[in-house]
Nanobody, 116 residues
Framework: QVQLVESGGGLVQAGGSLRLSCLVS????????MAWYRQAPGKQRELVAA???????NYADSVKGRFSISRDNARNTVYLQMNSLKPEDTAVYYC??????????WGKGTLVTVSS
């Protein structure tokens, strides 16, 4: 059974930093595309950052230069380093695992609140 557990969210002032973690069990992250999504109140869930099996990364325009996705294969954990946070980054952040074939998996999310 594949499970994703996010952690690291919290309350931070604008300009601050947070690092989110996504611990995966039941699958090997390096075999999959891993991504972070977020959903703000009243808005649709959107892609924030992704890393492919080959290590290629892509980011939403709104976070380029501020956020960085990485993975630790030994810990089977994916990270999202978030710097220069803005109030508009406030959202629930979700981790997603997409295998080469078959269904994707989501974590339950972690709340990030950025105060102005």
């Amino acid at each position: 059974q594949v499970q994703l557990v996010e952690s690291g969210g919290g309350l931070v002032q604008a300009g601050g930093s947070l690092r989110l973690s996504c611990l995966v069990s039941g699958s090997i992250i390096s075999f999959n595309t891993m991504a972070w999504y977020r959903q703000a109140p009243g808005k649709q869930r959107e892609l924030v950052a992704a890393i492919t099996r080959g290590g290629l990364t892509n980011y939403a325009d709104s976070v380029k230069g501020r956020f960085s996705i990485s993975r630790d294969n030994a810990r089977n954990t994916v990270y999202l380093q978030m710097n220069s946070l803005k109030p508009e980054d406030t959202a629930v952040y979700y981790c997603k695992l997409t295998p080469p074939a078959g269904m994707s998996y989501w974590g339950k999310g972690t709340l990030v609140t950025v105060s102005s």
